[in-house]
C-alpha cells in the first residue's frame, strides 16, 4: 500500500491498512515522495495533482498495489488505468478554526491575521465581512498550527477530518458552520485506488471499506466542481449531505442536498460568493452536481479568469 510520507497520509493509510488486515489479507506500508511534499510553493501555482501522481506513478509501475489519497486533493479527471475501488466512511466534512487564546471566528477583531492558503476559505473568509487580514500559508498541518502558538498570526483554518486523524482535533476553537464556510468537494473522504483489471483486489477493497452514501455525497459534490471546471484550488465550495424526505406517496426515502459555492465579480471587481443548494434522488448525485453547478455559473460563477482563483 502506497502513502505520502506526511503525518496525515501515514494515519489515513494507516486505517485503510487496519481495515484490510482485520479481513485476514497482509499489508505493507511503503513511503512515496510527491513533488507537493518537497516544494513549498503556493498549491495554485504547482497545479492540482501534486500529492496525488506521484503516488499513481508508483501504482502504474507496480511498486505498490494499493493507494491511499485525500479525495479532496485528486484531480477531477478519471485516470486511465485507475479504478477508484473504495470510498469509505467519510469523517466530519467541515473547516475548522484553530485561533489563539480560545477565541472563535467572531471574537477576532477586525485586522485579526488568519491563515490559510486556500482560495476557497480566502473568499468564503473575506465575504464574512469580519475585516479580517487573510496571510497566505503552506505547509502541513503541524507547521501550521505553529503559526498561532508562536503568535505570528491569530488563527488558521484547517479540515476538521486532517485534524482529527493526526490526533490534534483538540486544537479547534470552533468548528466552521457550512453556512459560512462550505468546505472543499470531498473534504474528510478517502479514494482508495488499485489498477484497473485487479478485479480481485479491487472487489476485496470495496467490500470491506467502500460507503454508499459517502461516495453518492462526493460524486454530487466533485461533478460540481467538474462541471465549474475548476481544480483543486479554486475557490469553490460543496457539501452534499444524505437527508431523509417523502415521496409523492409519503414514504420515508433518503435523497441527497447539495450546498455549493463559487467566486463571482462582485462591485468593483472584488470578489464575491455566489451559493445555492438543490435536492435530488441518491442515484441521481453526479447529474445534482451538474444542475447547481449551472445554477452557480447563472448567478455569475466563473465570470473571474485566471488559474488561483
Ligand atoms: N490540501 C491539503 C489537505 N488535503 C487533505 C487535508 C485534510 C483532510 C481532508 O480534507 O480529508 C488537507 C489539509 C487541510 O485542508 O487542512
Do not use: W
Not at 257 to 275: K, P, Q
Amino acid at each position: 500500500m502506497g502513502t505520502r510520507g506526511s503525518k496525515l497520509a501515514l494515519a489515513q493509510t494507516g486505517t485503510v491498512a487496519d481495515a484490510l488486515r482485520a479481513t485476514g489479507a497482509e499489508v505493507e506500508i511503503v513511503k512515496v515522495t510527491t513533488p507537493g511534499d518537497q516544494s513549498s510553493a503556493p498549491i495554485p501555482t504547482i497545479g492540482v495533482g501534486v500529492f496525488t501522481s506521484a503516488l499513481r506513478e508508483a501504482l502504474q509501475r507496480n511498486e505498490v498495489d494499493v493507494i491511499v489519497h485525500s479525495y479532496k486533493d485528486l484531480p477531477t479527471a478519471p485516470e486511465p488505468g485507475i479504478t477508484l475501488a473504495a470510498v469509505p466512511p467519510r469523517e466530519d466534512p467541515r473547516d475548522a478554526l484553530v485561533a489563539r487564546d480560545g477565541l472563535t471566528l467572531g471574537e477576532l477583531l477586525p485586522g485579526s491575521k488568519v491563515g490559510t492558503g486556500s482560495p476557497r476559505r480566502t473568499a468564503q473568509l473575506q465575504a464574512l465581512g469580519l475585516g479580517l487580514e487573510i496571510v497566505p500559508i503552506r505547509g502541513n498541518i503541524d507547521t501550521r498550527m505553529r503559526k498561532v502558538s508562536d503568535g505570528e498570526l491569530d488563527a488558521v483554518v484547517l479540515a476538521r477530518a486532517g485534524l482529527a486523524r493526526i490526533g490534534r482535533a483538540e486544537a479547534i476553537t470552533e468548528t466552521l458552520d457550512p453556512i459560512q464556510m462550505l468546505p472543499a468537494p470531498a473534504q474528510g473522504a478517502l479514494a482508495v485506488e488499485c489498477r484497473a483489471g485487479d478485479v480481485d483486489l479491487e472487489q476485496l477493497l470495496r467490500s470491506t471499506l467502500d460507503d454508499e452514501g459517502t461516495r453518492a455525497a462526493v460524486t454530487a459534490e466533485r461533478s460540481l466542481l467538474a462541471a465549474l471546471e475548476a481544480g483543486c484550488s479554486a475557490p469553490v465550495g460543496a457539501l452534499a449531505e444524505i437527508v431523509e424526505d417523502l415521496d409523492a406517496e409519503g414514504k420515508v426515502v433518503e435523497r441527497i442536498s447539495l450546498r455549493g459555492t463559487a467566486a463571482a465579480e462582485g462591485e468593483n471587481g472584488a470578489v464575491d460568493m455566489v451559493r445555492a443548494i438543490a435536492l435530488a434522488d441518491k442515484d441521481q448525485a453526479a447529474q445534482l452536481g451538474k444542475d447547481l453547478a449551472a445554477e452557480l455559473l447563472d448567478l455569475g460563477a466563473g465570470a473571474l479568469s485566471g488559474p488561483a482563483q
